[in-house]
């Protein structure tokens, strides 16, 4: 299990660092040779601190250098010739900076021409009658090998690994730097996984398989490696979550004693019958405020779903049991709307609401902060200004966060410690397959909304080219003159020379134009101060005002009952999971909705995302297409998604193995003395070192 001598002979024979027991994989980068200030600050911005971190600093492909018969080769395939150099090479140079190196190699009883572009300086390794290998791609058809490198006369690696690197630091520093870790702390590297599972699912132990990461002897040993570096990722991830949520479920939280025939009674007064899916969530989630633990959940369900309803019964059901309810909302928007529904629902009921959002006045604040204080407020709704130190609360039993993805984990703590660890209901409307609810909240109980309600129509969608515009704006107006509303979505604010997408600025003004004097259009984006957002959407609402153009700002949870058509401009630039939210805000009542697409997408890609919308309107199928198309981060958001970088695992293509490791995970810490067996000591230590205080077990 040693490193090519040659490899680790000529870089390390001056080399003297730790020996046996001194060395831990927790030691710095530092200690290794060649590693001063500056390099190390270039590691540490590829996430390279630790020996560990170095030694999984894994390789994202490998260029195979072992050498093939030339009766075997497929056109442009890439590979490793080995032969004598029959001629001494010839440089030719042409045009500025440009080069070009010519030689034959011979092989057997063949002659292959050799030619690498601009690279001269590889003229002093090529010598008549001198045996040479080179790395190329292959020119079937002429018999040649358009070079690409030298290896020399022996590759060190057969398997040449190729890591991530950055402009600070290069390939082959990082390869010294893990040859050098290797040999020096190769001893350190413990099996972490339980022996059970390691032989159950045939996995590599750890040394071989760290070992095969960077220097395997041939394809099978790298994909053998992988294939265990992957289930090693994902079963550190799903315990480190496991333990997360037996740490809600063991710590002392809230025991909300509700009043279950109040909450009927309020169940009795609402103009609807609640689907089956609502009757379930509702009594997932209450069945949790009573217990005396911490709730954590997750509520999800598609747009249109019901998700508001079921937050008001169980902030109801917190109050009824003398508690107070919060409800933060990520625009002020949508924090006022919820506001003005929960004050309908409530109508008549011992609620009594606040709103709290950035733009409250200060004397509208002096007012409802003594009163949130001592309790007679029970139910605060707004934005983050529920977390600002001056709000008090008397017994904050319950907090509802909506849209919790577009609010960091340091806001959704802060109003959670504003109780006496408080109830958590997170709400989504972003439906989330099921990899991500593996990944994202893999520590949360998840109830799904997965049913509408009774008459909702499902939106009609279509798709249409540019050319087709005129005839959807005639349709617009035919909806227009039936009484209904349009909301007209595009990317940009303002023209931009880089991207050619519509913007909402020169759409308002065409529209204007179309539409005068018969019907007024609005504006709205990003730009705009909250207090114009809030007054161009109430306008909106009053129909002051039939068509509102406007950029992603109205994505989430804006409610205009008499909206029936969203037309999107360049829709093939937006994310499935996008446009279905957009596409959301139309259907709200009992008339038939519309959504048009308008794109002429530039490859397949963007063909497949406009039909699939056309296809369904199950926005649990679209996100798992948006999931495969565009990865996990892009449908969340990097930031916000909570979707770890896997090194090595691919939580969509291994979704079979994140799945399995989520099982064995949860079996293992479902014993309460997992962490006392002795099988268990290595696995405990290394995520005590490796993790930060949040993931620290007993």
């Given at each position: ?14 080399f003297?660092?730790?020996k ?155 390869r ?24 159950h ?47 809600d479920?063991t ?12 909450l ?7 103009p ?8 379930r ?46 409800l ?23 609620v009594?609401?606040?709103?709290l ?13 003594p ?26 039993g ?11 984990v340091?806001q ?12 958590v ?28 309600p009774?008459?909702?129509?499902p ?22 003159a ?32 179309l ?18 957002k ?5 306008a909106?609402?009053?129909?002051d ?31 499935l999971?996008?446009?279905?939210q ?21 490859n ?21 297409k ?42 293992l ?30």
């Amino acid at each position: 299990m040693a490193v090519t001598q040659s490899v680790a002979g000529t870089l390390f024979c001056k080399f003297r660092g730790k020996k046996g027991n001194d060395v831990k994989l927790t030691d710095s980068v530092a200690t290794l040779p060649g590693v001063g200030p500056k390099r190390l600050a270039a590691l540490a911005a590829l996430g390279i601190d630790t020996i560990e971190s170095l030694l999984t600093y894994y390789p994202f492909r490998y260029e195979d250098l072992s050498v093939k018969p030339l009766n075997e080769l497929t056109d442009q395939e890439q590979v490793t010739l080995k032969g004598i150099v029959a001629a001494p090479p010839t440089l030719t140079h042409f045009g500025r900076r440009k080069s070009r190196l010519n030689f034959r190699l011979l092989i057997g009883q063949d002659i292959v021409p050799v030619t690498f572009f601009n690279q001269p300086w590889l003229q002093k390794s090529v010598a008549a009658d001198a045996p040479l290998m080179v790395y190329g791609r292959f020119d079937a058809k002429r018999m040649a090998l358009n070079g690409m490198k030298i290896i020399g006369t022996n590759p060190d690696d057969p398997m040449a690994p190729i890591y991530p690197a950055n402009a600070n630091i290069r390939q082959t520093t990082i390869r010294q730097l893990i040859v050098a870790a290797w040999e020096q702390y190769q001893t350190a590297i413990e099996a972490i996984i339980p022996p059970a599972i390691v032989a159950h699912y045939h996995l590599m132990d750890r040394r071989q398989m760290i070992h095969d990461m960077h220097f395997p002897a041939d394809s099978d040993a790298a994909s053998q490696a992988r294939r265990s570096a992957k289930f090693e990722e994902f079963f550190l991830f799903q315990i480190r979550l496991q333990a997360l949520k037996h740490r809600d479920q063991t710590q002392q939280g809230i025991a909300i004693n509700y009043d279950n025939e109040q909450l009927k009674r309020l169940i009795s007064t609402l103009p609807y019958e609640l689907t089956g899916a609502q009757k379930r969530v509702v009594n997932e989630i209450c069945l949790d405020l009573k217990r005396p633990i911490h709730m954590n959940r997750l509520l999800q369900g598609d747009v249109g779903s019901g998700k508001t309803v079921v937050a008001a019964l169980v902030m109801y059901a917190a109050i009824t049991g003398g508690f107070q309810a919060a409800l933060m909302a990520p625009t002020e928007i949508l924090a006022e709307q919820h506001a003005n529904n929960l004050q309908a629902i409530f109508d008549g009921f011992p609620v009594n609401i606040a709103l709290l959002t950035g733009s409250t006045k200060a004397a509208a604040r002096r007012e409802i902060l003594p009163r949130i204080e001592n309790g007679e407020i029970n139910l605060i709704v707004g934005t983050h200004a529920l977390i600002q130190d001056t709000v008090n609360y008397h017994q904050l039993g319950l907090v509802v966060i909506d849209e919790q993805h577009r609010f960091g984990v340091g806001q959704r703590q802060a109003l959670r410690e504003k109780g006496m660890n408080a109830d958590v209901l997170a709400m989504t409307a972003t439906p989330i397959p099921r990899t991500l609810a593996i990944t994202s909240y893999g520590e949360m109980d998840v109830s799904v909304i997965d049913e509408l309600p009774a008459g909702r129509k499902p939106v009609t969608t279509r798709w249409i080219k540019d050319a087709q515009i005129d005839s959807a704006v005639q349709f617009v107006k035919a909806q227009l003159a039936a009484g209904h509303q349009s909301y007209v979505v595009t990317p940009l604010i303002e023209e931009s020379e880089a991207v050619d997408m519509r913007n909402a600025q020169a759409i308002y003004e065409r529209f204007s134009t179309l539409f005068s004097p018969t019907y007024q259009v609005g504006l709205l984006h990003g730009r705009m101060r909250n207090d114009e957002k809030e007054a161009v959407m109430t306008a909106f609402k009053a129909k002051d005002f039939q068509v509102l153009v406007a950029t992603t700002v109205i994505e989430v949870g804006v409610d205009v009952k008499d909206a029936t058509v969203m037309m999107i401009y360049d829709a093939d630039h937006f994310g499935l999971a996008q446009l279905h939210q957009l596409r959301g805000r139309v259907g709200r009542s009992d008339q038939q909705a519309y959504c048009i697409l308008i794109a002429d997408p530039k490859n397949e890609y963007g063909v497949q995302r406009m039909e699939v919308m056309t296809q369904t309107n199950d926005g649990f199928v679209l996100s798992q297409k948006d999931l495969e198309l565009r990865g996990a981060g892009d449908v969340l958001g990097k930031k916000q998604s909570g979707v770890p970088d896997f090194k090595v695992g691919d939580p969509v293509a291994d979704l079979t193995m994140l799945s399995v490791a989520q099982q064995e995970a949860k079996k293992l810490t479902d014993d309460a003395d997992w962490q006392t067996q002795p099988t268990n000591q290595v696995l405990v230590h290394y995520l005590n070192a490796q993790s930060d205080h949040e993931y620290m077990f007993d």
